[in-house]
């Protein structure tokens, strides 16, 4: 059973491009959580949405509750912006993540 | 900016040996967890940890797997017999309360 699932799996842009990555998520799952994975491995959280809309940068995340439904938009996007892109969700007060497989975006200048 | 650290970096080991990955995490963090990536695979929870005991873990997280915070700053995990298929990326991450997960760089355990 997927709990998390993300998509697409894989994405090229042009730069400048206005991007979009979908994740839907499974029912329990109290705060959804937006991270990026550096080609070296690391990861970084970008955001923690339980609900609305935050926008950090040129990065937005929005979070739909009814229709457990969440989007990461990049606008501008740039070769920097190149990463997999991760969706995960959390269960209620400090559980643990369950991950979706990931958006590999490639940016071409 | 308080950052969550893990050492080693890497760790090449060999199949039915120990290892412990160390992490450090943020100091006023009260939840800590172990999760891991093996290639090309999208990562997985292993265990949480609150209050100096497990909170949770996952069916991955059998008899070879323990965890430690021995001395209120450093979260260990110990492999007590790795086997070729826990080869794969560990990261740690710590959280405050219900906020935004801190990982850790991970550490790349190679089992040969």
């Known amino acids: 059973k997927n709990e998390v699932e993300q998509s697409p799996q894989n994405l090229t842009a042009q730069e400048g491009e206005f991007i979009t990555i979908n994740c839907s998520y499974s029912?329990?799952?109290?705060?959804l959580h937006w991270l990026q994975q550096h080609p070296g491995g690391g990861i970084v959280s970008l955001f923690m949405?339980?609900?609305g809309k935050k926008k950090h940068g040129r990065l937005i995340a929005t979070i739909n509750i009814q229709e457990k439904h969440s989007s990461l938009h990049i606008t501008a996007s740039h070769p920097r912006d190149s990463a997999v892109y991760i969706c995960?969700?959390?269960?209620?007060?400090?559980?643990?993540?369950?991950f979706g497989e990931g958006t590999q975006l490639t940016v071409n200048p | 900016e308080p950052e969550v650290t893990q050492t080693p970096s890497h760790q090449v080991t060999q199949m039915g040996q120990e290892v412990i990955l160390r992490c450090v995490p943020i100091?006023?963090?009260?939840?800590f967890y172990w999760y891991r990536q093996i290639l090309g695979q999208k990562v997985e929870f292993l265990v949480s940890?609150?209050?100096?005991?497990?909170?949770?873990k996952s069916e991955i997280f059998d008899d070879q797997f323990s965890v430690e915070r021995p001395d209120g700053s450093n979260f260990t995990l110990k492999i007590r017999s790795t086997k070729l298929e826990d080869s794969a990326m560990y990261f740690c991450?710590?959280?405050?309360?219900?906020?935004?997960?801190?990982f850790g760089p991970g550490t790349r355990l190679t089992v040969t």
């Open positions: 991450a710590s959280i405050e309360v219900a906020y935004e997960q801190y």
């Open positions: 100091s006023n963090h009260l939840y």
């Open positions: 940890f609150y209050n100096n005991e497990i909170s949770e």
């Open positions: 995960a969700g959390a269960l209620p007060s400090g559980s643990r993540l369950t």
């Open positions: 949405l339980s609900s």
């Open positions: 029912v329990g799952i109290s705060a």
